[in-house]
């Protein structure tokens, strides 16, 4: 009877195992296991003094999934002296919250606090939230929402007014890589397996999970129940994790050379006016798993560097790209970016801004720091009015033709031209326009 016990509790821990995903299996329980989120959680940062101290008050936390919103709640619900409550607005209605707000404001008569977590509080329509309200302005509940989206569009003004807003970030790669060793050293996690799986291989999955500890866990998971099983443990090979993450050139981008060649590729097809070749290699890019806003972003600074006032949509373009990536994600804003790339490949290219600013930086870099002429200083006070500020400045929407003779740079660089429009796109006319104020400056 004793080793049936035994054999029984053995199965019932090895299905546990099974069943419950690793991402639960290691959950932190404490402060000092969460990863990430430094800027609110690291020594004397405010979130980590409110929840040490027990002092929490109603808040929000908003972030991309999978940075850790509902395990600080876990760890709150750890640490407080109050009645923690986890909600969720997937299967919670109206009458579940007044059950709920009943039972707290009970408990708040005993005084006793009540805690309140709600996940994915966005999904709460208007006369949900406004439940929650007045039991928050008497203080009956501590509430604690986690979201997704924006507070400001998504949570009512008065009850977000009574809630203070923490913003958490995607989680850093090295953070990601940090959290997946520990789950693979961790007993609750592959400890006991002897699993044989490479640093490369690991920050694989790191650069596959875009930030997300949730899809970098199970991605972890995945790899090593489908790896080989042998007499030494479990071999996680290049070829099934590939089938893991789709994603075959990040198992190969050596110290992120790849990576670099990428983008490169991309830049100098869009600059050599190829639209064809811009847009496999930014498909290659996204295939290999980078992520679209590295990829926009890239594309804002191209417009500026490679086209320039040429074609100023450009930059309109490629901004707008970035928004619509950060609105959809992948796989849907792809679309977005083979739009951008297309419409900066065809466009003018004018490297006139580049140079402009790369020489400029080289002056402001060598020469001594010139003081503002005093006719460009403004004079709000007496004081500055007596000792010139402002004298001989001349306004420019005073004339007839918009202009002033007035000298705006430095006398050791009176002369300096930085700005050389080339003769592409719209910058030819804005040479032609450079061209009649020097003229009408010189004949006047």
């Known amino acids: 009877?004793?080793?049936?016990?035994?054999?029984?509790?053995?199965?019932?821990?090895?299905?546990?195992?099974?069943?419950?995903?690793?991402?639960?299996?290691?959950?932190?329980?404490?402060?000092?296991?969460?990863?990430?989120?430094?800027?609110?959680?690291?020594?004397?940062?405010?979130?980590?003094?409110?929840?040490?101290?027990?002092?929490?008050?109603?808040?929000?936390?908003?972030?991309?999934?999978?940075?850790?919103?509902?395990?600080?709640?876990?760890?709150?619900?750890?640490?407080?002296?109050?009645?923690?409550?986890?909600?969720?607005?997937?299967?919670?209605?109206?009458?579940?919250?007044?059950?709920?707000?009943?039972?707290?404001?009970?408990?708040?008569?005993?005084?006793?606090?009540?805690?309140?977590?709600?996940?994915?509080?966005?999904?709460?329509?208007?006369?949900?939230?406004?439940?929650?309200?007045?039991?928050?302005?008497?203080?009956?509940?501590?509430?604690?929402?986690?979201?997704?989206?924006?507070?400001?569009?998504?949570?009512?003004?008065?009850?977000?007014?009574?809630?203070?807003?923490?913003?958490?970030?995607?989680?850093?790669?090295?953070?990601?890589?940090?959290?997946?060793?520990?789950?693979?050293?961790?007993?609750?996690?592959?400890?006991?397996?002897?699993?044989?799986?490479?640093?490369?291989?690991?920050?694989?999955?790191?650069?596959?999970s875009n930030g997300d500890a949730r899809t970098a866990l199970n991605t972890l998971e995945t790899a090593v129940l489908n790896g080989n099983v042998s007499a030494d443990g479990i071999v996680v090979t290049n070829e099934e994790l590939e089938q893991c993450i789709s994603r075959k050139s990040l198992l190969y981008d050596k110290n992120g050379e790849e990576h670099y060649n990428l983008i490169s590729a991309l830049h100098k097809s869009m600059r050599n006016s190829d639209p064809d070749a811009a847009i496999y290699w930014m498909c290659r890019m996204l295939e290999g798993g980078e992520n679209p806003l590295y990829i926009a972003r890239r594309l804002i600074r191209f417009a500026s560097e490679d086209i320039g006032m040429a074609d100023s949509r450009a930059l309109q373009v490629a901004v707008a790209a970035y928004q619509a990536c950060h609105f959809l994600g992948m796989p849907e804003c792809d679309v977005h970016l083979t739009h951008a790339v297309t419409y900066l490949s065809m466009a003018p290219k004018s490297n006139a801004l580049y140079v402009a600013c790369e020489d400029c930086k080289k002056d402001v870099g060598a020469l001594r720091a010139e003081p503002v002429p005093l006719k460009l200083r403004n004079a709000p006070t007496k004081l500055m009015k007596e000792l010139d500020y402002g004298r001989g400045y001349e306004y420019a929407h005073d004339t007839e033709e918009k202009l002033t003779h007035m000298q705006c740079m430095p006398d050791s660089l009176k002369d300096r031209r930085y700005y050389h429009p080339t003769g592409q796109g719209e910058e030819i006319h804005i040479r032609r326009r450079l061209e009649e104020i020097e003229e009408w400056k010189r004949n006047e």
């Open 1 to 208: 009877m004793f080793w049936e016990n035994v054999m029984e509790q053995m199965t019932l821990f090895d299905d546990q195992r099974v069943t419950v995903p690793l991402a639960s299996r290691i959950r932190p329980r404490k402060l000092e296991e969460f990863a990430g989120q430094s800027h609110l959680l690291g020594e004397g940062k405010i979130l980590r003094r409110l929840i040490e101290q027990d002092q929490i008050s109603s808040m929000i936390f908003w972030g991309p999934p999978g940075v850790g919103k509902t395990t600080l709640a876990s760890i709150i619900a750890g640490r407080t002296k109050a009645d923690f409550i986890n909600f969720s607005a997937v299967t919670s209605g109206v009458k579940e919250i007044k059950e709920v707000m009943k039972r707290a404001e009970d408990s708040r008569k005993m005084g006793i606090r009540t805690v309140l977590f709600v996940d994915e509080i966005h999904r709460f329509n208007k006369a949900q939230q406004d439940a929650f309200l007045p039991f928050v302005e008497k203080g009956s509940i501590i509430l604690i929402g986690a979201t997704t989206e924006n507070p400001s569009f998504e949570i009512n003004a008065a009850l977000l007014s009574r809630c203070r807003v923490f913003v958490l970030k995607a989680l850093e790669n090295r953070e990601l890589v940090r959290l997946l060793w520990n789950a693979l050293r961790n007993p609750a996690g592959f400890g006991d397996q002897k699993v044989q799986i490479t640093d490369r291989q690991v920050e694989a999955i790191a650069a596959f």
